[in-house]
């Protein structure tokens, strides 16, 4: 039987490897995916399966290499959830795409999306003009959060008496 230290260490490479490529594209909510992303997406996983198992197809092979990704997996969320310098590293975090009114071009492009596709989230969440947003964030699953000028200037009394819905503290 073949030593299964190869798939071991190959898979955890190309796990820590896509992590850092996919970052570097960008992000988007799975429901946004175009048919290329989702065909890059199943090519990715075709591509890099046989170099995950070293040519071996064997299921004690296949069942390290599965283990490996879910145990990787698993650290990588706890180590994001414990450290704020690698959650901005991975990109992980809310990102402000408009404010007041007016697209933030550099943080469109850091998470790969147009302002077609920013002008689309804000029509499905029935707003009717960019000039009408005073902030709209990517959060870290992908969606797309509209704060109009007219919400945003109702929350402000409730926040300066302590976000108590409007009621005074007593």
Known sequence: MR???PV???TICIYLFLIV???????RLTGQLTVVDLTVIILLGSAVETAMV??????????????????????LTLLV????????LLGIGPVLLVQNGHFLEDHLRRVGLSEADVLE????????????????????????????QQHF?????????????????R
Do not use: Y
Not at 157 to 166: A, F, N, T, V
């Open 54 to 75: 070293a040519g071996d197809v064997s299921l004690p092979a296949g069942l390290v290499s599965a283990g490996i990704l879910l145990i990787l997996n698993r650290l």
């Open 153 to 169: 200037a109702e929350a402000q009394p409730d926040l300066k008496e302590g976000g108590s819905g409007g009621k005074k503290k």
């Open 81 to 88: 959830v414990r450290s704020k310098r690698l959650r901005h």
């Open 8 to 10: 071991a260490i190959h």
């Open 3 to 5: 030593s299964l230290v």
């Open 121 to 148: 989230a804000i029509r499905e969440r029935e707003k009717a003009d960019l000039s009408d947003v005073r902030f709209a964030v990517m959060e870290p699953d992908g969606e797309i959060n509209v704060i109009t």
């Open 21 to 27: 490529a996919l970052r570097l594209i960008g992000r």
